[in-house]
């Protein structure tokens, strides 16, 4: 069972950087595909980014790519997601999620995929 925590949300300006964070438990954290994904107001939770076990490949949805930029610290069990050029349509509860040991036919923007979440993190962008 791996637990994730989010943190690092709040209240920011338009063009502000915001820098969230997500702590996992558990042995498999290095093994597993890791995500951030956002949810909006009266809006269906997407896919934001994703990275792999090693953190060797990254992936971004059109709307956030260029600006945002997903890391993780294996040795800390941490991921992250650093935001910058904030805009407010990024206004949204931040989720990370994980994916232990995905296999070849692993989807990354299809959340019934995603094994484990954490409980999220708000962000809102003020124009």
Not at 15 to 28: N, Q, V, Y
């Amino acid at each position: 069972q791996v637990q994730l925590v989010e943190s690092g949300g709040g209240l920011v300006q338009a063009g502000d950087s915001l820098r969230l964070s997500c702590e996992g438990s558990g042995r498999t954290f290095s093994m597993s595909a890791m995500g951030w994904f956002r949810q909006a107001p009266g809006k269906e939770r997407e896919f934001t980014a994703t990275i792999s076990g090693s953190g060797g490949a990254t992936f971004y949805s059109d709307s956030v790519k260029g600006r945002f930029t997903i890391s993780r610290d294996n040795a800390k069990n941490t991921l992250y997601l650093q935001m910058n050029s904030l805009k407010p349509e990024d206004t949204a509860v931040y989720y990370c999620a994980g994916k232990p040991q995905p296999g070849r036919g692993f989807s990354v923007k299809d959340i019934g995929q995603w094994r484990f979440w954490g409980q999220g993190t708000q962000v809102t962008v003020s124009s």
